[in-house]
């Protein structure tokens, strides 16, 4: 158990509907990253945040967001959803703003868009 | 570029043998690099760094080897167990801080009892 949690587990939802994936670090742990997961695409970043402030981005749609709340739980808005966003998407935490040897990734959230 | 990628998608070791899972990078300029390992249905898990200031790092049953010259890395796992069943992961961070990290591919470990 990594002490990162992710909730939900598993998300079915339909095209053009919009979600938000939670994230909860290890405790103390000040940055959150959010990657995306697929068959062809392979583990992408997507972002992170450290300390409530947008650090990094990577290749994160337009259509989607994020954002750290004052207690460092972190949430990941997807709309306008289409087919292939369907992935896991994973959420990490470390206590330093650098990813480096420090991520701790959770159990991930399954979305399947119909 | 931003370029890591694995020479094998999948890989089958009988229990007990060694394996190696190759890594290669595009970037000459590359200095840390890390491997993970996911486990069915789980999140990725650090197993092990290296800098390029080092050809060799060991750790426990894991051994990472980085050859510079031609931009190749490798995790060498002795005495394979059932129990290291997983996709393994070569992993870059990058940007002058390790803003965010570009994973490969994957490398899928079965292990045959």
């Known amino acids: 158990d990594s002490g990162v949690t992710q909730t939900p587990k598993h998300l079915i939802t339909a095209t053009g509907q919009r979600v938000t994936l939670r994230c909860s670090p290890r405790s103390g742990d000040l940055s959150v990253y959010w990657y995306q997961q697929s068959l062809d695409q392979g583990l992408q970043f997507l972002i992170q945040?450290?300390?409530?402030?947008?650090?990094a981005k990577g290749n994160i749609l337009e259509r989607f967001s994020a954002q750290q709340f004052p207690d460092l739980h972190s949430e990941l808005n997807l709309s306008s959803l289409e087919l292939g966003d369907s992935a896991l998407y994973f959420c990490a935490s470390s206590a330093s703003p650098n990813p480096g040897n420090e991520q701790f990734f959770g159990p991930g959230t399954r979305l399947t868009v119909l | 570029g931003e370029s890591v990628g694995l020479h094998l998608p999948t890989l089958s070791v009988q229990e007990g043998d060694n394996s190696i899972i190759n890594c290669a990078y595009s970037n000459s300029a590359s200095d840390y690099f890390i491997w993970y390992k996911q486990e069915s249905g789980k999140g990725p898990q650090f197993i092990i760094d290296?800098?390029?200031?080092?050809d060799k790092r060991q750790g426990q049953r894991v051994t990472v080897l980085l050859n510079k010259t031609v931009k190749h890395l490798s995790l060498q796992i002795a005495a394979t167990q059932p129990g290291d069943s997983a996709v393994y992961f070569c992993a870059e961070p990058l940007g002058t801080s390790y803003d965010k990290v570009i994973f490969g591919p994957g490398t899928s470990l079965s292990v045959i009892p």
């Open positions: 290296i800098r390029s200031n080092m």
């Open positions: 945040y450290y300390n409530g402030e947008e650090r």
